[in-house]
């Protein structure tokens, strides 16, 4: 079963003259692990927004589970996100001034889950990061940069989402922060089975995933861009 079906997908970002995207094919089956690596500025945010649905392909066709993207209206594509995608950011972006529970219901907020299955689905991910149910009533802005992590891995998956993106979650850690991130997204990753995209411009992550992907090869507008140097 393809999760992710693109041919021929086009991006260029507003009041530029240049493509940030030009891919002519990409398909993802389910339950696979992805690392797509690229430098700063190759398009990675570019290709992971496009596949969550914040950002709209303005060429080809995105399919993410047989939904092509661009058909939806925004709110529908809200609704999508919420039931079938989860993510997380690079910075976490947690709301400072909610509690982890707070944190936990808005990430829900468009889903169709009653609010017993998501305080339910809530302590059943923090126990296996690790994480005692009584820190749903602390607020985000005092937890530690570990529990920020684990809060934020809770966030992505709280609506069981079958597909899970990462973009550069690992960038501001030291390596052994790092390493304790991965191992954790990783297992609850398996646990979960659910599709992921992780991007990064770090290669030694590539080891924790079973494709890579070199987004320089995969972009023919930074193929394009190259030549011309």
């Known amino acids: 079963m393809l999760i992710i079906n693109a041919?021929?997908?086009?991006?260029?970002?507003?009041?530029?003259?240049?493509?940030?995207?030009d891919i002519a094919g990409f398909q993802i089956e389910h339950g696979r692990a992805l690392f797509l690596r690229g430098a700063?500025?190759?398009g990675k945010s570019t290709l992971l927004g496009l596949l969550a649905g914040t950002l709209i392909v303005q060429s080809g066709s995105l399919q993410i589970l047989d939904t092509e993207l661009a058909s939806l209206?925004?709110?529908?594509?809200?609704?999508?996100?919420?039931?079938h995608i989860g993510i997380v950011f690079q910075k976490f972006n947690?709301?400072?001034?909610?509690?982890?529970?707070?944190?936990?219901?808005?990430?829900?907020?468009?889903?169709?889950?009653?609010?017993?299955?998501?305080?339910?689905?809530?302590?059943?991910l923090l126990a296996a990061l690790n994480l005692d149910s009584a820190i749903l009533?602390?607020?985000?802005?005092?937890?530690?940069?570990?529990?920020?992590?684990r809060v934020a891995i809770a966030r992505a998956l709280i609506n069981d989402p079958e597909l899970l993106l990462a973009d550069e979650p690992t960038s501001a850690l030291d390596t052994d922060t790092r390493d304790t991130f991965m191992?954790?997204?990783?297992?609850?990753?398996?646990?979960?089975?659910?599709?992921?995209?992780f991007a990064s411009h770090d290669r030694s992550l590539?080891?924790?995933?079973?494709?890579?992907?070199?987004?320089?090869?995969?972009?023919?507008a930074q193929a394009e861009e190259a030549s011309l140097v």
């Open 7 to 21: 041919q021929n997908i086009g991006y260029t970002w507003p009041k530029s003259d240049t493509p940030a995207l």
């Open 40 to 42: 700063s500025g190759s």
């Open 73 to 83: 209206s925004p709110r529908n594509r809200d609704r999508f996100r919420a039931n």
């Open 94 to 124: 947690l709301i400072p001034f909610l509690t982890v529970e707070g944190n936990l219901r808005l990430a829900a907020r468009f889903s169709e889950k009653p609010p017993r299955k998501i305080r339910e689905k809530s302590e059943h």
């Open 137 to 149: 009533q602390r607020r985000a802005d005092r937890l530690s940069v570990g529990q920020q992590q």
């Open 183 to 197: 191992s954790l997204l990783m297992s609850i990753r398996d646990v979960s089975n659910c599709t992921m995209i």
């Open 206 to 220: 590539a080891k924790y995933f079973d494709i890579e992907i070199e987004l320089s090869k995969l972009n023919r």
